[in-house]
């Protein structure tokens, strides 16, 4: 009994001890240095500890096991508990949005062209704040703040070839229709999008709330109605770079962003070849040419819910995702969506994206209802605003999500806790701001980006 109690609290020790440790060689891949700092500390004071507890007397070995079993009980029951159950509210958008109302196309505006005159014409409450945003240096400009001359050149070349894309979206389909299941089609189209380079792949019946009512931003004409009567929408998500994503809100944040919309673009016009190759229409969405609202599409489509960042969160990456569709009347077998009310609460009590904000655009409090949909919504003008001052796209609030940590077993264990247990989730965001900070620094960029122009 003596060397029972003495063995089981080594051994508790060393899982403990070396549990830690390995996280922390995982940190010091993901460049996370205080994560670092924590796990090796707690794997040393763990080790002492644990040693130290072994050479007690045998009465005393025995009430500590006792204790520490208890305790492991109590987690276990915890876990199960019902804690923060959400009820599910309507999430469905009563109404189609119009894409002159998006930042982007209001941006786009030159003040005396009769686009200007008739937007600010039917919004005349958005008129201040655009012009304000205009009269600053602009994304990528060499007046913002984080310009940098080398490296601004990747997402000025990235952000070429998404716009040469964008007459690529469409075409005609070939005469003859191809004779397969749409369970066999379906199959077919979500492999090949995942070898054409795709992360995540859902599909789900096109619906009127995902159509912008108008053009705002893509090829063709300014204000005219959009009419899309494809049958099904496939969306697809690339992922973007954890290291490159670390750095937000500097260079890299852009480059990777620009990178990825292009990889998002061209998987979806490559898919849109194939289908219309088949004898089906299609058309890809892509950036700059839209006719859906493509996060919303993506999360009907079962790829993710929305945060209270206002984007898709993935189950694997959280919002660290480009997001692409692939519109069409090929047959197709839809995803189910069910409501992940689990990310749902953890926005509720995290709250780290609207607390690191630089632009404080991301809203505090619980979601709101807008056009009958539930959801958090920032503020899209403060947030533009904010790139146009500092040149880059910030990516801060994507950086500092829990959900965006890198898809490996060690957080993918905690993805799974965190999707089953109201407790777990609790717990889960008690470790994440132990581990990395309540307001984590941004992490080193890769070295080969560190690179300045000689004088
Ligand atoms: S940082 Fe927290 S609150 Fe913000 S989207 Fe991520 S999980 Fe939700
Ligand atoms: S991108 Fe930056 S400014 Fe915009 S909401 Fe995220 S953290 Fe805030």
Redesign the pocket.
């Given at each position: 009994m003596e060397q029972f109690t003495q063995i089981t609290l080594l051994l508790i020790g060393s899982v403990f001890s070396l549990s830690l440790a390995a996280f922390g060689f995982v940190s010091i891949a993901e460049k996370e240095q205080r994560a670092v700092r924590v796990s090796f500390s707690g794997a040393v004071l763990g080790a002492v500890f644990f040693i130290l507890a072994a050479s007690l007397p045998a009465s005393t070995r025995a009430t500590l096991i006792f204790i520490l079993t208890a305790i492991l009980t109590g987690f276990v029951i915890l876990f199960f508990l019902p804690i923060g159950i959400i009820k599910t509210e309507n999430d469905i958008p009563s109404k189609r949005f119009d894409e002159r109302k998006i930042m982007f196309a209001r941006a786009n505006l030159k003040s005396g062209t009769p686009e200007y005159e008739s937007y600010y014409a039917l919004h005349p409450e958005d008129k201040l704040t655009d012009d304000g945003s205009r009269d600053k240096p602009g994304l990528l400009s060499p007046q913002s703040k984080f310009f940098d001359p080398i490296l601004f050149t990747a997402p000025n070349a990235s952000f070429a070839l998404t716009s040469a894309l964008r007459d690529a979206v469409d075409g005609t389909p070939a005469s003859e229709k191809i004779a397969l299941t749409p369970i066999e089609i379906t199959a077919y189209i979500k492999e090949m999008t995942h070898y054409f380079g795709a992360l995540d792949v859902g599909i789900t019946p096109l619906q009127p709330y995902h159509i912008y009512s108008h053009t705002g931003r893509g090829v063709g004409i300014y204000g005219a109605p959009i009419e899309l009567d494809h049958k099904y929408a496939i969306a697809l998500t690339v992922e973007m770079d954890f290291e490159m994503m670390g750095a937000?809100?500097y260079a890299p944040v852009v480059m990777e962003s620009a990178k990825q919309y292009v990889e998002s673009a061209r998987v979806a016009v490559q898919v849109a070849e194939v289908i219309r190759s088949l004898g089906y229409a299609a058309r890809a969405h892509i950036d700059g040419n839209y006719q859906v609202i493509a996060p919303l599409v993506a999360r009907d489509a079962g790829l993710g819910e929305f945060g209270r960042?206002?984007l898709l969160m993935t189950p694997q990456e959280g919002p660290r995702v480009r997001v692409g569709v692939v519109t069409t009347d090929l047959p197709l077998v839809a995803d189910a969506r069910s409501i992940d009310a689990t990310t749902i609460d953890f926005c509720n009590i995290c709250k780290k994206?609207a607390e690191?904000?630089?632009?404080?655009?991301?809203p505090f409090d619980e979601r709101e209802k807008v056009d009958d949909a539930a959801r958090w919504h920032?503020n899209p003008d403060?947030?533009?605003a904010?790139?146009n001052v500092i040149g880059t796209?910030?990516?801060?609030?994507?950086t500092v999500c829990p959900y965006a940590h890198p898809n490996n077993f060690a957080h993918n264990l905690v993805r799974w806790g965190i999707a089953r247990s109201g407790f777990f989730r609790r717990f889960a965001l008690w470790m994440d701001n132990l581990f990395y900070g309540r307001k984590p620094a941004p992490r080193p960029a890769p070295a080969w980006t560190d690179i300045s122009v000689k004088q």
């Amino acid at each position: 009994m003596e060397q029972f109690t003495q063995i089981t609290l080594l051994l508790i020790g060393s899982v403990f001890s070396l549990s830690l440790a390995a996280f922390g060689f995982v940190s010091i891949a993901e460049k996370e240095q205080r994560a670092v700092r924590v796990s090796f500390s707690g794997a040393v004071l763990g080790a002492v500890f644990f040693i130290l507890a072994a050479s007690l007397p045998a009465s005393t070995r025995a009430t500590l096991i006792f204790i520490l079993t208890a305790i492991l009980t109590g987690f276990v029951i915890l876990f199960f508990l019902p804690i923060g159950i959400i009820k599910t509210e309507n999430d469905i958008p009563s109404k189609r949005f119009d894409e002159r109302k998006i930042m982007f196309a209001r941006a786009n505006l030159k003040s005396g062209t009769p686009e200007y005159e008739s937007y600010y014409a039917l919004h005349p409450e958005d008129k201040l704040t655009d012009d304000g945003s205009r009269d600053k240096p602009g994304l990528l400009s060499p007046q913002s703040k984080f310009f940098d001359p080398i490296l601004f050149t990747a997402p000025n070349a990235s952000f070429a070839l998404t716009s040469a894309l964008r007459d690529a979206v469409d075409g005609t389909p070939a005469s003859e229709k191809i004779a397969l299941t749409p369970i066999e089609i379906t199959a077919y189209i979500k492999e090949m999008t995942h070898y054409f380079g795709a992360l995540d792949v859902g599909i789900t019946p096109l619906q009127p709330y995902h159509i912008y009512s108008h053009t705002g931003r893509g090829v063709g004409i300014y204000g005219a109605p959009i009419e899309l009567d494809h049958k099904y929408a496939i969306a697809l998500t690339v992922e973007m770079d954890f290291e490159m994503m670390g750095a937000a809100p500097y260079a890299p944040v852009v480059m990777e962003s620009a990178k990825q919309y292009v990889e998002s673009a061209r998987v979806a016009v490559q898919v849109a070849e194939v289908i219309r190759s088949l004898g089906y229409a299609a058309r890809a969405h892509i950036d700059g040419n839209y006719q859906v609202i493509a996060p919303l599409v993506a999360r009907d489509a079962g790829l993710g819910e929305f945060g209270r960042m206002s984007l898709l969160m993935t189950p694997q990456e959280g919002p660290r995702v480009r997001v692409g569709v692939v519109t069409t009347d090929l047959p197709l077998v839809a995803d189910a969506r069910s409501i992940d009310a689990t990310t749902i609460d953890f926005c509720n009590i995290c709250k780290k994206c609207a607390e690191n904000c630089p632009s404080k655009s991301i809203p505090f409090d619980e979601r709101e209802k807008v056009d009958d949909a539930a959801r958090w919504h920032i503020n899209p003008d403060t947030c533009f605003a904010y790139w146009n001052v500092i040149g880059t796209d910030c990516g801060r609030c994507m950086t500092v999500c829990p959900y965006a940590h890198p898809n490996n077993f060690a957080h993918n264990l905690v993805r799974w806790g965190i999707a089953r247990s109201g407790f777990f989730r609790r717990f889960a965001l008690w470790m994440d701001n132990l581990f990395y900070g309540r307001k984590p620094a941004p992490r080193p960029a890769p070295a080969w980006t560190d690179i300045s122009v000689k004088q």
